[in-house]
């Protein structure tokens, strides 16, 4: 068929080249595409991913489950046994049981076993209470929130009052996961602007295309090469 124009396989394949770059246009004109922005990857988990995770942890979190730990595993008191109440425990322990007692009147007072094995307990809360005052909710994670939680369940069970510490893990562990929603829509919302943006520019460059000759758009790929030549 080219060889019927005086067109050689070279120039017909050249010809080719610059239709697939610039288009059908009255003037073959080369026109460089803009340089859009890099659209990165999309969010780290789906939005059915994430729900089924925070579901699955708060099934967990509501599960009866003994801790395994010793104290030294949240962490470790090494001072003199003083008096907390009835019960005897490290003195650099009792700082952070007195500040548990502060907002909570006396949650140890219906204790059930005997005074020589509350004290040791509530070293064991202690050292949970310091665990969770060294930590933060930028380096939380879901196995502290749920060792925490094991601890003060076993506490609950000899008749410690903390449900509220409960409560409050509950609240913590949401706070976790609203963190990583956020961190979730902030990226989506960086990558919907990157695409806004890439579109604009596309648009304009197809614009500009267009205005420098004939172009036609076409939906179909029906024709031959010189059916869409221009009149």
Not at 25 to 35: H, L, N
Not at 108 to 131: D, E, H, N, Q, Y
Not at 172 to 179: D, E, V
Not at 203 to 228: C, H, I, N, P, W
Request: overall charge negative; hydrophobic content about 40%; charged content about 20%.
């Amino acid at each position: 068929m080219f060889a019927s124009m005086d067109l050689g396989v070279d120039d017909a394949m050249h010809v080719s080249e610059e239709i697939d770059e610039v288009g059908i246009t009255g003037e073959v004109t080369a026109i460089s595409p803009p340089r859009g922005p890099t659209v990165e990857a999309g969010p780290s988990v789906s939005v059915g991913g994430l729900s089924s995770e925070v579901a699955d942890f708060l099934k967990e979190f509501d599960a009866k489950a003994p801790n395994p730990h010793p104290e030294q595993y949240f962490w470790s008191f090494n001072g003199p046994l003083v008096p907390f109440g009835d019960f005897w425990v490290p003195n650099d322990c009792s700082p952070y049981l007195s500040r548990l007692s502060a907002g909570h009147s006396d949650f140890t007072k219906g204790f059930k076993l005997s005074i020589g094995l509350g004290g040791p307990m509530l070293s064991l809360l202690g050292s949970v209470l310091a665990a969770m005052d060294e930590s933060s909710l930028e380096d939380v994670t879901k196995t502290q929130i749920l060792a925490w939680r094991s601890v003060i369940q076993d506490l609950l069970d000899v008749g410690f009052d903390l449900g509220f510490m409960i409560e409050r893990l509950r609240q913590t562990a949401q706070c976790l996961f609203g963190k990583r929603i956020a961190d979730e829509i902030k990226a989506l919302q960086h990558q919907t602007a990157l695409l806004q943006d890439s579109l604009a520019e596309l648009t304009a460059y197809q614009d500009k295309m267009m205005s420098t000759g004939r172009m036609v758009l076409r939906s179909e790929r029906s024709g031959s090469f010189l059916d869409s030549l221009p009149d």
